[in-house]
């Protein structure tokens, strides 16, 4: 107890009791104990310490980096932006020409990465879902092509797995031989062929959706409640609202659907997706669906056997239990490490470079071997993947705090 | 009036739950029990038709074991010749002829000291020293000096360099590592500031970013005159990243320890680093060294991204194998052998790290 009572006084040895009587305790100092003496005191110097240490560290390699600009005749800023870039890009979603800036580059290559990662992250949710939940199956046969999978992925390099769907689908067979499904979508050589949505430039039709939407998300809440006598989720009310949106506005001829067309080299109309793409993405939503499946399976089971029990003794279906019980625990454990597999499926995506997809990073160190101002590039590189790192990881913890109050509620 | 007493003992009834079924019912009840059971286990059984045969026969029936290009060719099967003929390519790269006994000695001794480490028994301060002096005679046997010929560190590649990178990224990362640990963990605000800002950032950006920041900025922060080759700087940047996971890994072990525990150890008089090092550290690192298993299959399978900055290790090695003029087209086959030998480390590794994992939740 003793010892406790002098530490939380701040002082780190036990005042001395042996030599009372012969001599006087020195009078208290004004300004209190030396500052070495106590906690706080070594504290702050410790930090004062480490400050300067830090300071020296990086005025020293802040001189020898700016001693080796000099010498190489480079200046710092971001004027290399505006440069012409000189270079096709063979997709983007965003128009893009050669002759546009490097800047305009760089920013088509970070929509190219957003598009693989947001699409990865969809399918390697549904690919995790639906494989968890099967891994927890007491089927052996099941248990066994799931685990095949799961242990596969996880257990090869992801660059292994990309060059591998890249080469598969360069041996596709040519256009005039694709493989097909229905006749609407083709998968060749060049890739995978949809049918797209193109505008027709009908903007009546367009005032008509919206109207409708808009229409329907306003009226959908009291309807909704005169019949199953609750308010529906926003989430319900704006889904349903875009689906008429997109429903209407088709109808209406808006948009019109345009299916490819078989020709002898190439395709015309609908949307190709190239094989660089298609690798990517279909390998980032393997990789990851096969982590997400292992985090679902160690969800479910972390649920107590218990539990369900109880849920199957008050009378709840097996539906029920999993709604009730089984799901809302299970998501409680798995958010979180869902979130870190999201914020890898944008790391990632960077892996494009070996298959020349032009991502973020492509146009980023292009622009640094062209330019040579490595440093700003650098910094760009380095801000463009921690903000949506960052920005994903704060929605992520939003939401779990969000389940967390949830179940102690 | 009549009593009845039984007189006879009531022979036991089996358990009603837990009815004792013999092993072919019981698979056929959870195969083909209910009607969800057989629709799941008729979609399997397709599955399996559908993809086992032809990739048996690609592998194994229709596959040519030995001969030319121009036969494999003609073949419907895996081209495995292409395999063999490379092979020494695929394990010692560019490394010179008459030094690769230098290569395989190094890749002996790295697996040898890894299989040990992976004894309970040894693990003590014995281990970190054995540890120590096989990095140090891995790096003199393949940079050479000292007694033997030097080689270039261009010429360092295929399975030495991946297993250079991931074998000894983690020890040589764990002191930096548990710098950043701690320095999470302490009460100074700016330690933890400098620590959290260097483990989200590095976590945070790409492998592939890392590497090729390291490749392109170290040279700026050289004084004039000195140069780094390519081999250490994403030696350095590996080094980085593996501390930045290490100390997220050992952050769960130090969550863990109990308080009192360093409380009990402070009242009987032990300073500030006796308590780390011989109370706090040790069971610390017996926590985690399931999720440090987890970094080093992870940096097993991500040394393959050294090729963003033109350096070849084994995977490399085999992509650059597929582009010789004489054996294109086989580069699939290189993949597959490719993914069987990361799969046998790495599923090894996973399965050694559950078992850990296991061990310790028993205890």
Redesign the interface.
């Known amino acids: 107890m003793l ?2 009572t002098w ?1 939380k006084a701040g002082l780190d040895e036990a005042p001395s009791t042996t030599a009372t009587g012969l001599l006087p305790p020195p009078p208290p100092s004004l300004l209190g104990p030396a500052l070495w003496r106590t906690r706080r005191g070594r ?1 702050v110097l ?2 004062i310490f ?2 300067v240490a ?1 300071f020296v560290v990086v005025l020293v ?1 802040t001189r ?2 700016y ?3 000099v ?1 190489q005749n480079l200046n710092l800023g971001l004027d290399f932006l505006n440069r012409e870039a000189g270079i096709d890009i063979a997709e983007s979603i965003i128009p893009y020409a050669p002759d546009d800036s490097l800047g305009w580059m760089i920013l088509v290559g970070a929509a190219n990465t957003l598009r693989v990662a947001i699409i990865a992250c969809l399918l390697s949710t549904v690919i995790g879902v639906v494989v968890g939940v099967m891994r927890v ?6 248990k ?2 799931t685990g095949a999978y799961v ?2 992925a ?7 797995q990309i ?2 769907w890249y ?2 689908l360069l ?1 596709l067979p040519v256009v005039r031989r694709a493989l097909s499904l229905g006749d609407t979508i083709f998968l060749s050589q060049r890739g995978l062929q949809v049918p797209a949505l193109e505008f027709a430039g009908n903007s009546a039709g367009l005032a008509v959706a919206a109207a409708a939407a808009i229409a329907l998300f306003l009226l959908l809440a009291p309807l909704w409640r005169s019949i199953f006598g609750r308010t529906p989720h926003l989430v319900t009310r704006l889904v349903l609202a875009l689906i008429t949106f997109v429903a209407v506005a088709i109808f209406a001829g808006t948009f019109t659907l345009s299916p490819p067309v078989r020709g002898t080299f190439n395709f015309t109309g609908g949307m190709t997706l190239t094989p660089e793409f298609v690798a990517l993405t279909v390998a980032q939503s393997l990789y990851a669906g096969a982590f997400i499946a292992e985090l679902v399976r160690g969800g479910i089971e972390g649920v107590h056997k218990g539990q369900r029990e109880a849920a199957g003794s008050l009378g709840l279906s097996n539906l029920q239990m999993l709604r009730l019980v089984v799901v809302p625990q299970a998501l409680l454990a798995i958010v979180p490490s869902v979130t870190t597999q999201y ?1 890898s499926v944008i ?5 494009a ?2 298959i020349g997809f032009p991502d973020f ?1 492509w146009a980023l ?1 292009t622009t ?1 071997n062209f330019s040579g101002h ?2 700003e590039g ?1 910094a760009i ?2 801000g463009g ?2 903000l949506p ?2 920005l994903a990881a704060t929605l992520m913890n939003r939401f779990n705090k969000k389940l967390v109050e949830r179940g102690q509620r | 009036m009549t009593t009845f007493v039984q007189a006879q003992p009531i022979p036991a009834q089996p358990n009603p739950n837990k009815e004792e079924l013999s092993a072919a019912r019981r ?1 056929g009840k ?2 083909l029990g209910t009607p969800t ?1 057989v629709f ?2 008729v979609g ?2 397709v ?2 038709t559908l993809v086992v045969p032809p990739l048996f026969r690609w592998l194994f029936s229709e596959a040519v074991w030995s001969g030319t290009p121009e036969e494999c060719r003609r073949a419907a099967g895996a081209c495995w010749p292409f395999i063999q003929e490379k092979f020494r390519f695929f394990i010692y790269g560019m490394f010179p002829l008459e030094e690769r006994w230098r290569a395989t000695l190094a890749i002996v001794i790295l697996f040898g000291i890894t299989g040990i480490a992976m004894v309970p028994r040894f693990w003590g301060k014995g281990l970190v020293l054995a540890w120590l002096a096989a990095i140090v005679s891995v790096f003199w046997l393949l940079l050479g000096g000292f007694g033997l010929p030097p080689v270039r560190t261009e010429m360092i590649g295929g399975l030495p360099l991946t297993l250079l990178l991931s074998l000894t990224v983690l020890p040589l990362g764990f002191p930096v590592g548990l710098l950043l640990a701690l320095g999470r963990r302490s ?5 933890r500031w ?1 620590s959290i800002a260097v483990i989200e ?1 590095f976590r ?6 890392t590497l ?2 390291a490749s ?2 170290l ?6 005159g000195m140069t780094l080759p390519k081999l250490m700087r994403a030696l350095a940047a590996f080094l980085i990243v593996a501390a930045a996971y290490i100390a997220e890994a050992l952050r769960g072990g130090f969550q863990v320890i109990p308080e009192g525990q360093s409380e009990a150890a ?2 009987i008089g032990m300073k500030r680093w006796q308590i780390l090092f011989l109370v706090t550290l040790p069971q610390v690192i017996r926590h985690s060294i399931p999720g440090l298993v987890t970094i080093v ?1 992870l940096f097993f ?2 040394t ?2 050294i ?2 900055i033109g350096m070849s290790d084994f ?1 490399a090695a085999i ?1 650059l194998a597929s582009r010789d003029p004489a054996w294109i087209g086989f ?2 086959e290189g ?1 597959v052998f ?2 069987a030998f ?2 046998t480390f ?2 090894a590794l ?1 399965l050694y790290a559950l078992r850990l994992e296991r061990r310790r939740q028993n205890h």
């Open positions: 010892d406790v530490r504290a410790w930090q480490g400050a830090l390699f020898i980096m001693a080796n600009l010498r199956s007491e089927n052996p046969l099941l066994l092509v242990n596969l996880r257990n090869t390099p992801q660059l292994l060059l591998f080469t598969l041996e914020i790391k990632n995506s960077s892996l470079i070996a990073f160190s640094i490595s440093i650098v590189m380095v993947y921690l790192t960052l | 698979y959870v195969l059971n799941i286990t399997c059984v599955i399996l009460e100074f605000r700016l330690f400098i950032a945070g950006s790409p492998l592939v970013a090729f920041i392109v900025m040279p700026f922060f050289l004084p004039e402070f009242s299959v399978k991500d393959s991204l090729i963003v995977l992509q580069s699939v993949y490719a993914a990361y799969f790495c599923y996973s």
